[in-house]
């Protein structure tokens, strides 16, 4: 049906680009957010800019606060429909206790899984989840939103949308087109190189809106294909559960011959034991990587089967001077402290995989690939963003010719997923500044307001929207730079008066907070040169009106 | 199939289904084989996935690419029934042909 394969090449990357184009840039924006998630974190939670600890004392300080942990009363009733029979209130088998912490936390996650009688999958747990001060195992309110690591990184991936993973799928299908649209975006290319030197002076901006497009495309092609291509794989237990449906069987059988393998218990003894001190096998699992020669620093510690005779204690080594998550875990008996097991080294397979994971998720330590990181990622979101604006800027003459509204809707939803996530982002730090700080479900009142900025950027781009229909551009690209702009300086000075941490002081004293408020003022300066650039081009449009036909190339 | 609205809603649910149902079989087959080659569990669940999803962005770009949109969804679904059965059936052979 394409005549061509270049065709059907540009056919797929401008309506798969257009259509999930718009995920995409949630993905990206919120993906490079992400990078910083604990700095976020540092700058929404004020409570808890202090520096980074190591993983604290088990015995002083995780074990009492694991001991008082229990589901929520919402995670009870989420429950209860996978459950046959009555549902305690109560749960005092405890299935696992874990810690997680890397490099960059002050804070630390405490993970509790509990058996569920009469769950209809037997395998399924109940979890607890809190995060205290390592320095005294105070807990920190569950009701004050993380909102980097707690909600623009679970946004880069599942939109938020939980409901039967729904959001998951809606990204995946959008790395599956990114992933498309950069190998059609290559092909395109090819033609598209000789077709330059046919342009004609007047089509200057259309042809440097292009020009962005392919840099920003091309530049960073590695970074936006490693980065859609590792996330899938990332989620592949998600999209493909082969695992855990078709081959059951073999997973089954795997967990069988893994527990014999490694001595590690796959069930529970059913005798009760006591703990012996988990802060001395932490000390024999550094003294073993010591005499490897590999820094001591704890990741991950889990308790596997507490309280049993067949319990266990693993303890990984953070993945904070190599790409990795975690590794080398070391597993003791819970009621001895013997060794079981030392991890063997992983497989060459099991190399590539902590690799890929390991570079997308970066826990390790390296500052200024972090940085690039963020820089790659607003690449992704000017690429993306460009296609769109290319988009528009071809048809929206010939639209306005025809009477049509094509142009006008996409140019409006553009507006929505550039400027408008912008102000969505911006809005919810502002709310977490001037929200009372004892108000409950004070978190859930953060993301109502960052959902709330969001559709109203929609309204006011639709609004905003009738000169697109004319062949003119939409004020409101202009007008949400300018709120941008007041936004991100606001929420400088909200949080200098609501926390008395000036930028001049964080500067000198928590590059955490300091890094989120330069960034911040940073988008500002760049929100404001945007809109003056607008304002300018609107001028010369004006005076300018004509219309530009423009070839019918590539991007079909 | 003859308007070219139908034909373009054919090729897309060619690409994002039948696409989905081959990479689910090359999944499924490879990751078996593998485990039957001796691989570690997890470590075949990766490399078949790994290579699973960029088998479906090959197919995914091809159904659009292929002069027949037939042959598409014959050897796309077809393909993908088949290596799912090879799937099943070597959890078979490993399980002693008990649980496919």
Not at chain 1, 62 to 86: C, H, K, N, W, Y
Not at chain 1, 104 to 126: S, T
Not at chain 1, 155 to 172: A, F, P
């Amino acid at each position: 049906m394409f005549q061509s394969f270049r065709l059907a090449m540009a056919w797929v990357h401008t309506w798969f680009g257009l259509v999930l184009g718009f995920v995409l840039m949630a993905a990206f924006f919120f993906g490079a957010l992400s990078v910083f998630d604990r700095e976020i974190d540092r700058w929404a939670i004020p409570s808890t800019r202090f520096a980074p600890q190591p993983m604290p004392s088990f015995d002083a300080i995780l074990r009492p606060a694991f001991e008082s942990m229990q589901p929520t009363p919402e995670a009870i009733a989420e429950m209860r429909p996978r459950v046959d029979g009555p549902m305690p209130q109560r749960f005092d088998t405890v299935e696992s206790w874990s810690a997680y912490t890397t490099h960059r936390d002050p804070v630390v996650a405490l993970y509790a899984g509990f058996d569920v009688p009469n769950a209809k999958d037997p395998e399924e747990a109940i979890w607890a989840y809190r995060t205290i001060d390592p320095r005294d195992g105070a807990a920190l309110p569950d009701d004050h939103l993380k909102i980097g690591s707690g909600f623009f990184y679970p946004m880069h991936y599942s939109l938020t949308l939980e409901w039967r993973s729904l959001g998951y799928w809606i990204v995946g299908l959008a790395a599956l087109t990114m992933l498309a649209a950069l190998v059609s975006g290559v092909v395109m290319h090819r033609k598209l190189f000789r077709e330059f030197f046919t342009f004609r002076p007047d089509k200057a901006a259309l042809r440097s809106v292009l020009d962005l497009h392919n840099l920003t495309g091309v530049v960073a092609l590695p970074f936006h294909f490693f980065f859609a291509f590792t996330g899938l794989v990332i989620f592949a237990g998600i999209y493909f559960p082969v695992g855990h449906t078709q081959l059951h069987g073999l997973h089954d059988l795997h967990e069988r011959l893994e527990a014999d393998e490694t001595g590690l218990p796959h069930e529970r003894a059913g005798t009760p034991a006591a703990l012996a001190s988990v802060d001395a096998m932490v000390e024999e699992a550094q003294r073993r990587w010591a005499a490897r020669g590999m820094a001591g620093d704890v990741g991950f510690l889990a308790l596997t089967h507490v309280g049993d005779a067949n319990g266990y204690v693993s303890v990984y080594r953070a993945g904070t001077d190599r790409i990795a998550l975690t590794g080398e875990g070391i597993h003791f008996k819970a009621a001895t402290g013997e060794v079981l097991r030392e991890d063997p080294p992983p497989t060459a397979v099991g190399r590539v995989s902590e690799f890929l994971t390991g570079l997308h998720l970066q826990h390790f330590r390296h500052w200024l690939l972090r940085g690039l990181y963020v820089l790659g990622g607003l690449a992704g979101c000017a690429c993306i963003a460009t296609g769109f604006v290319f988009f528009v800027e071809k048809r929206k003459r010939q639209h306005a010719k025809q009477g049509t509204q094509g142009a006008r809707v996409v140019d409006a939803l553009a507006v929505t997923t550039i400027t408008g996530m912008v102000l969505a982002a911006l809005s919810i730090l502002v709310a977490n500044r001037l929200l009372p700080g004892d108000l409950p479900a004070r978190g859930d009142w953060e993301q109502r307001v960052f959902w709330f900025a969001w559709l109203f950027a929609l309204i006011h781009a639709s609004w905003r929207s009738a000169p697109v229909a004319r062949g003119e551009r939409n004020p409101a690209w202009r007008e949400q730079c300018w709120a941008i702009a007041a936004l991100a300086v606001f929420a400088v000075l909200a949080n200098w008066i609501g926390t008395g941490d000036a930028l001049w002081r964080t500067f000198a004293t928590y590059w955490p907070v300091a890094g989120v408020d330069m960034a911040l003022l940073a988008t500002a300066a760049l929100a404001t040169f945007a809109a003056r650039r607008l304002k300018a081009d609107a001028v010369v449009i004006a005076t300018q009106g004509r219309t530009v036909a423009v070839p019918e190339a590539a991007h079909g | 199939m003859t308007t070219p609205r139908a034909q373009l809603a054919a090729r897309v649910a060619a690409a994002l289904l039948g696409g989905y149902v081959f990479a689910w079989g090359f999944i499924a087959a490879g990751m078996s084989l593998l485990f039957a080659a001796g691989m570690e569990f997890h470590d075949a669940e990766f490399l078949a996935s790994a290579l699973g999803l960029l088998a479906f962005l090959a197919v995914f770009l091809w159904a659009f690419a292929a002069r027949r949109v037939w042959l598409v969804w014959a050897a796309l679904a077809g393909g993908g029934a088949l290596l799912a059965v090879v799937g099943s059936f070597t959890q078979a052979a490993l399980l002693g042909g008990a649980g496919a």
